[in-house]
């Protein structure tokens, strides 16, 4: 691994060619280390990919760092090649870096649209689909609005739906509302914090199928933290491994599931795998 | 039309519903930004001395009032937010300036120390508190619609999440913020403008809690809810006028036991659809049952 000073001096790759890059990341909570020096790469001609690991291995909170909930400690972060550490979460999702939450985390007294709506209102249309002025503040631009139902029209959510509020809504719907909020705004690259956790297997089948069809016609890079094993192996084109915080391993998936090491730390030992 | 003491009762009634509307904006936002009294102070004094020192007109008072006491709010929370403070210690920190401005304001010779500043000119009549308290009923009724009103109930939902999805946090809810503190300032001017003479003691601690009471007490979901309290809370201290100093531990009383029944208030988000389902299904037979085929799913 190089030196941060050395990274800086002369960076190893093209960053420009890159949509989102996290260098030699570490991030510590008092003297707990959450992340130490992570590197990711997301935008290398890949549509898909996948951080695993380990429950408390530091997925979320490299989500967080990549969005700028958590400025990391030390490590810089770059989208399209321009330093955004320590910049503000809205200025990083105007970037076009787009996510969804561990869990459900939709804002329950707002309706479906106005949830969707509320995101979609934040960026000027990026990539042609009704561009309008972006609103500070006051009203819901109409174009904010087209970019909202053209987003739910997306997920498949149509109809009076739109105008239920969260808890009305069943799981996948919610799932739904959420990956239609994030892409509202057409992002460039999307971090879905476990969007398959507690579907069904026909409902995982579809959240894969729309997942690829949207990063190909949204044409956003997909990036995915997920515990089932099938779901990521099946998705991704390329996965980094995190374990207590560091990039144990990264590679296409047939690397990963022969990596020894992966499989010691988040498969359990290989005497266990085969049991 | 009313009695004058009834229209005396009716007019302060307009000018505490103003002030708790204030107050109940950052509190819909979750936020504990209790120093409402401060900015009610900050109007009443500013628009008093506006028209009284500076010959302004009652209009242009009112709206200086407004203006300085949004921006004494805009100052004041931008320094908690600075400093990323929440819940209680918020509380505790926009007090202390209520307080300490009462402090100041006491100890200031210009504006009449503990002795209060008066002969200030009766401009605010019924109507002209009417009218404004109807003015601020429609632009709340526009925030609920707008992205703004929609901001602040997903600030109260998952504040959280909200820059998330490229909002300005901060700017937003500062935005609130200083509306709240202006609506205190508005009803600060209308109060100096009718009781003709103030008192930093006026704006104290009991003004707060009075302005607290209804807020909780109607359920901090909705607008509404800020007026309803305050309209039923007001009846407590005026029928149990004759008890004096133990007025208000009525209006406590009656807050206590509403949120014994409903700890969330009276007028909450559910009270709100269920009454609005009950009307739609009223409306929907009073037509027949036509609706019912276009919107089956409406409960």
């Not at chain 1, 093209?14 to 991030?27: A, C, F, K, P």
């Not at chain 2, 039923?232 to 006028?241: K, N």
Request: hydrophobic share 50%; glycine share 10%; with cysteine.
């Amino acid at each position: 691994m190089t030196t941060l000073a050395t990274a800086s001096a002369a960076p190893a790759v093209d960053r420009s060619q890159l949509v989102l890059t996290g260098e030699h990341i570490s991030v510590r909570f008092g003297g707990v280390a959450a992340l130490t020096d992570v590197s990711v790469r997301i935008g290398t001609g890949r549509r898909v990919e996948a951080i695993i690991g380990p429950n408390g291995a530091g997925k979320t909170t490299l989500f967080n760092v990549l969005t700028g909930v958590v400025p990391p400690t030390e490590g810089k972060v770059f989208v399209h090649g321009r330093d955004v550490t320590g910049r503000r979460q809205d200025f990083i999702f105007r970037q076009g870096v787009s996510r969804t939450f561990q869990g459900l985390r939709l804002w329950e007294h707002l309706t479906v649209e106005q949830n969707v709506t509320l995101a979609s209102n934040s960026v000027a249309g990026r990539k042609g689909r009704a561009a309008g002025e972006r609103v500070l503040g006051l009203w819901n631009s109409k174009a904010g609005l087209e970019r909202a139902h053209w987003a739910l029209d997306q997920v498949g959510l149509t109809g009076t739906v739109r105008d239920r509020k969260p808890p009305q809504l069943s799981l996948w719907d919610s799932r739904m509302v959420e990956i239609a909020r994030a892409i509202s705004s057409e992002p460039d690259v999307l971090l879905l914090d476990e969007p398959a956790a507690g579907l069904n297997p026909v409902e995982k089948k579809r959240l894969r199928e729309l997942l690829i069809r949207l990063s190909h016609e949204i044409d956003f890079h997909l990036v995915v933290v997920e515990h089932d094993m099938n779901f990521v192996m099946s998705i991704a084109e390329h996965i980094w491994v995190l374990n207590f915080g560091r990039l144990l391993a990264s590679g296409p998936p047939s690397e990963i599931q022969a990596d020894p090491r992966v499989h010691e730390a988040y498969l359990g030992s290989p005497k266990d795998a085969k049991k | 039309m009313f009695s004058s003491a009834f229209e005396a009762f009716a007019t302060i009634q307009c000018i505490m519903i103003i002030a708790a509307l204030g107050h109940y904006l950052p509190l819909s936002m979750r936020q504990l930004d209790v120093g409402i009294a401060a900015y009610m102070s900050i109007g009443a004094y500013v628009s008093a001395i506006m028209t009284r020192e500076f010959g302004f007109t009652f209009p242009a008072a009112l709206a200086g009032g407004a203006v300085v006491a949004g921006a004494g709010a805009l100052f004041i929370d931008a320094l908690a937010t600075r400093v990323k403070l929440t819940g209680f210690s918020y509380a505790i920190f926009s007090l202390s300036f209520a307080e300490s401005l009462r402090i100041i304001l006491e100890n200031n010779d210009y504006v009449g120390g503990v002795l209060g500043f008066s002969g200030i000119a009766h401009h605010t009549t019924f109507g002209v508190a009417a009218g404004v308290l109807a003015v601020v009923i429609v632009l709340f009724w526009l925030l609920d619609r707008s992205r703004l009103g929609q901001l602040r109930t997903a600030i109260a939902d998952d504040e959280f999440i909200v820059p998330q999805f490229g909002v300005p946090l901060v700017t937003t809810k500062l935005i609130i913020f200083a509306l709240g503190g202006a609506l205190g300032g508005l009803a600060g001017g209308l109060y100096a403008h009718y009781v003709l003479y103030i008192r930093p003691a006026d704006f104290g601690f009991v003004m707060l809690i009075a302005l607290q009471l209804p807020v909780v007490f109607g359920g901090l979901d909705r607008f509404y809810g800020a007026i309803v309290g305050t309209a039923l809370l007001a009846w407590i201290p005026e029928v149990t006028r004759d008890l004096g100093g133990f007025r208000l531990m009525f209006a406590a009383a009656a807050t206590l036991l509403m949120l014994i029944w409903r700890p969330t208030g009276l007028l909450t988000h559910d009270t709100i659809a269920a009454i609005s389902a009950a009307f739609r299904r009223l409306l929907t037979s009073l037509r027949g049952g036509s609706r019912e085929q276009e919107r089956p799913e409406v409960q």
